[in-house]
């Protein structure tokens, strides 16, 4: 039964011929994905584009630090992936901190930041300020796992904000 899950993936630039018809100038998903911290883990959520994801699901947020009292601080890390004729690799990357009180239903988050966070990993920035230095271990020990090739190619930047 397991082996029929599918299994969550990054994804990657898709090869989609560029037009000039309806759509264009859209803003192209299909490269980003998001990354839940909670605590010490850090687990890939597919939900995280709508938020969806599985820490968000049920919470009511607001955007008052003081409505969620009892809240534990989370991450969504917005993750691009981009190509290059060596193959794929992490190109842009930043965190957008949250709280969450999953008993009391409530959480704090400021959209405009997720939004403008995600941006700045399709513009292949890193952000990643804030990050504890466990949140960025299990952060790093997530993109390692999931594919070490991507990991490896990409840029040394990277590499020293999650050391």
Partial sequence: MEADKKKLALN???SKVNHKGFGAGAIDL????????DGDE?????GTLHAKSKIEKGI????????VPNGRKAWIVWVAVDRTEEG??????????MLVDTEARRGWKILADHV???????????ILEGLSDGEKAALKK???SHNEEWWNRSDQVLKDALS
């Fill in 12 to 14: 990657i630039v898709s």
């Fill in 30 to 37: 299909s490269n980003v994905s998001g990354v839940i911290i």
């Fill in 42 to 46: 850090a687990y890939l959520d597919e």
């Fill in 60 to 67: 009511k947020f607001s955007t008052n630090k003081e409505d």
């Fill in 88 to 97: 794929a690799y992490y190109a842009g990357m930043s965190a957008c901190e």
């Fill in 116 to 126: 403008n966070k995600m941006d700045g990993a399709m513009k292949r920035k890193f």
């Fill in 142 to 144: 997530q993109l390692i």
